[in-house]
């Protein structure tokens, strides 16, 4: 198999559900999972299709309280293709023999196929094809293919063509005891003789969606017309009908989907353009150019060219990398730029953590920075939409500016559940994660980079500037000042470890001093002052009037960003926060030998009614995210101007002290400690990276994939061949490289966009070429090990620098 094909031989029912995520194809707009088409929710199959943002709020009774919880919907399935021949039920994969399975994704071109040779219960042999796409080229357009061949009998074969919005959000098994129902149906309607539309609703959030389906028949090359009956119920529509095959013959069916909703720009009415869309889109052959070449096009922004050093190791990782930038295009592509949308931590490709969006961005943002910042900026438009629910929720928690929430959905109130279930012990238990407060610094952190690489002043100025601010004073007024240190304080919060939500001698959930929160804290109030002299003035006399921004607040701001505190025990280890050194060790061992897979010991001690709470265990990386997301000289100076040493020995110490402590419950953590080695321990950092490459195409979890990717981990691995080994940072007006490529790669090829300029990078582990192809746009300063150039601006120029 190429590296751009991933191929699954046979068919395994209990992988069934990995593949059907994994083969997800989407748009940006909407996103259909790789289900059969004639499958239905069956335990082994889910055939869900979800709208980017679609979501609808539902409140349940449960464990004697009700709850509300915001969903990603389950919107109607297109897919429905059924056959069934004489004298047998609908096919399903379990009631025949089968003698070839193959389920192939092409990423290049992004179609899916699927290829059966089965033998039903009377010896009749038939072969199955079937290929589809979500159109990258025209988001609202989706179509698919069927063709069956009848290899050694003949007789009738009975067809049915669906659009079904009776579904349930049924996909995670631990919200099933929560309320599903989330559509209702509005319209059922035959549109002439091959053409069905249905019209649903969300029952709360009021998202109108239409869905319009022509389903074509052809034996060889000519279309033929057998006569149809409409079955129809509320919420359902199809087209059942019989064909009569000949042994040797094809039956083909062509299924071309539209799909519309009330939230949709330049339209009339949802059914109204999904009908015309229908009558206007071609065959599934005219539908296919445009969109291959859409993708030819992502490719030829986002593609890395990956070169190992044992030629033999190298397709599979390139396909893993292939197929996670696949992913995050479908999630995230040139089609969500008119969206009101975030990037959802687990794609639109399943139902876990509902569609939300969390700090994940904060790991999927610099590969799109780098390639289409323009979706970067759409995404960071979302977050200024919610800027009035983010100021809203910081008053009623009685601080000031804006506290955006940890998880977030529609509207941009607190979307994190109230009460989660641990599936070991069956216990409903309260979820305090809303304290990870530290998504303020993500999304801080997140406008800046984009800046770093765009220069986008007019973004900055508009938008980017007033979120930044307002963060800013969020932190400043989480505050508290400690006579006896004479040092600042942040307390209640969680860090990125979502092990520890309280001390263990305490009822109230939170932690104080969490190092990672308030060296966030530090570098936002830093940059906050920064920004007051980068923005023009007009722009920024503007901003301050608006926000009431005094002389005082600025000069707060630089104090604090010198004084807060950070804890340190043992000798140099940064505490993840005030009082981890009392808590007990953690007998890793004895936990390993006794249930082998630990990465989700939260649930294994609270099921033995113990807490992580107790000890130096972490879920993730928490204080080695502070190495991952800034350079070494950066944290120099953050940690000079607060006054505390750093330097490589003690950041090489922290690394192995929390290396050792921490059990990877989530597959963002990997992706950090890969990062972290990458100057010290490189080939440690490698082993640690082709771990991560594992997380989805694996599911490492054991099981959390099939019910949606993990987006961060994806961009996240893709991300440190971009920037990691490469020593890729963008800082001070400055693009800088220093690579340290692991001995197991052996040249990268990529091309980045910085700043108005399009670069064609190689790096080999003795040679960083750069080519800048002309542009309009001024200037950059580029920095290799050190050794500085100018790239001007409007030539070809190719400059190499030895390494
Ligand atoms: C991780 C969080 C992450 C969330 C969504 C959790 O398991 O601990 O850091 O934001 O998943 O991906």
């Keep these: 198999m190429s590296s751009w094909n991933f191929i699954y031989d046979g068919f395994e029912p209990e992988k069934e559900g990995l593949r059907e995520a994994l083969c997800t194809l989407g748009n940006g707009y909407f996103a259909t999972r790789g289900a059969a088409a004639e499958s239905d929710a069956d335990g082994v199959h889910y055939p869900g299709t979800y709208l980017a943002g679609g979501y609808n709020r539902l409140k349940t009774e449960i464990a004697g309280r009700v709850v509300e919880n915001e969903d990603l919907v389950n919107i109607p399935n297109w897919l429905p293709l059924k056959f069934k021949m004489e004298g ?71 067809i049915l063509s669906a659009l079904d919005g009776k579904v349930t959000n049924s996909g995670v098994k631990r919200y099933l005891q929560l309320n599903k129902k989330h559509l209702e149906g509005l319209m059922e309607k035959e549109l002439g003789y091959d053409s069905i539309l249905l019209k649903v609703q969300t029952n709360q959030s009021e998202i109108r969606i239409a869905q319009g389906a022509r389903t074509r028949a052809f034996i060889g090359n000519e279309e033929i017309f057998p006569k149809r009956t409409l079955l129809k119920e509320k919420g359902y529509i199809g087209q059942k009908f019989e064909v009569e095959l000949t042994k040797g013959q094809k039956l083909r069916l062509e299924k071309i989907v539209s799909l519309f909703t009330s939230r949709d720009n330049a339209i009339s009415e949802c059914a109204l353009q999904a009908e015309e869309a229908l009558l206007q889109a071609g065959s599934l052959e005219e539908l296919l150019e445009p969109h291959a ?8 922004q986002f593609d890395i060219d990956f070169f190992p050093s044992d030629p033999s190791q190298g397709d599979r990782i390139a396909r893993i990398l292939r197929l996670y930038t696949f992913h995050l295009l479908q999630t995230t592509s040139p089609h969500t730029i008119d969206l009101d949308v975030g990037v959802p931590s687990r794609g639109w490709h399943g139902e876990a953590y509902r569609g939300h969006v969390f700090w994940d961005e904060i790991f999927i943002f610099p590969t799109l920075n780098l390639r289409m910042p323009e979706i970067t900026r759409s995404l960071l438009m979302y977050r200024f939409r919610r800027l009035g629910a983010a100021k809203r929720a910081a008053k009623e928690a009685g601080f000031k500016g804006a506290m955006y929430p940890w998880q977030s959905g529609s509207s941009g109130r607190e979307e994190t559940q109230k009460l989660h279930l641990n599936p070991k012990s069956g216990r409903w238990l309260p979820d305090n994660s809303h304290l990870q407060r530290h998504v303020n610094a993500a999304i801080a952190y997140n406008i800046w980079q984009y800046f770093q690489i765009t220069r986008d002043l007019e973004f900055m100025c508009s938008y980017g500037a007033e979120m930044f601010f307002e963060i800013a004073r969020f932190w400043a007024s989480m505050t508290l000042f400690n006579e006896k240190t004479g040092r600042y304080e942040i307390h209640g919060v969680m860090g990125p470890d979502e092990y520890h939500d309280a001390y263990p001698w305490s009822q109230t959930p939170g932690l104080n001093n969490n190092a990672y929160t308030n060296v966030m804290a530090s570098w936002i109030w830093s940059r906050a002052v920064d920004l007051t002299s980068i923005i023009p003035c007009s722009a920024l006399r503007r901003l301050r009037e608006k926000l009431d921004i005094s002389d005082r607040e600025i000069s707060l701001w630089d104090e604090l960003s010198r004084k807060m505190t950070i804890i340190f025990h043992d000798d140099g280890i940064i505490s993840q926060f005030e009082g981890y050194d009392k808590l007990a060790e953690f007998q890793w061992e004895e936990y390993r030998k006794r249930y082998g897979d630990i990465q989700r010991l939260d649930r294994i001690l609270e099921a033995e009614g113990d807490s992580t709470n107790r000890y130096k265990v972490s879920k993730q990386a928490d204080v080695l995210m502070l190495f991952y997301l800034f350079s070494n000289k950066e944290l120099e100076e953050i940690f000079e101007k607060l006054g505390y040493p750093f330097d490589e020995t003690i950041k090489n110490r922290n690394i192995d002290y929390y290396m050792h402590r921490t059990s990877h419950g989530s597959t963002l953590s990997r992706v950090v400690h890969s990062w972290v080695l990458v100057s010290s321990q490189n080939h440690e950092s490698w082993k640690m990276f082709s771990e991560a490459l594992e997380s989805d195409v694996a599911d490492i979890q054991g099981g959390t994939t099939p019910e949606g990717i993990h987006l961060g981990a994806m ?44 670069l064609s990078i190689t790096i080999t582990p003795s040679c960083l070429t750069i080519k800048d192809l002309p542009t309009f746009a001024g200037p950059i300063e580029i920095s290799v090990k050190g050794q500085r150039k100018t790239l001007p601006a409007g030539k070809d120029t190719i400059v190499s620098f030895a390494l």
């Design 293 to 300: 070449k859409a993708w030819k096009h992502l490719w030829n």
């Design 88 to 158: 047998s039920d609908w096919f399903h994969l379990s009631k025949v023999k089968l003698h070839f399975y193959r389920q192939k994704l092409d990423l290049y071109r992004g179609v899916l196929h699927r290829t059966v040779r089965f033998e039903d219960e009377q010896g009749r042999i038939c072969v199955l094809k079937n290929r589809r796409i979500v159109s990258m080229a025209n988001p609202h357009l989706a179509a698919q293919e069927t063709t069956l061949l009848a290899e050694n009998f003949s007789g009738k074969i009975e």
């Design 715 to 758: 961009a996240g691995t893709v991300d440190i061949l971009q920037r990691a080994y490469t020593g890729l940072e963008a800082r001070g007006n400055m693009l800088r490289f220093d690579p340290s490529l692991p001995k197991e790669l052996g040249k990268l090829h990529f091309h980045i966009r910085y700043r108005g300029h399009e």
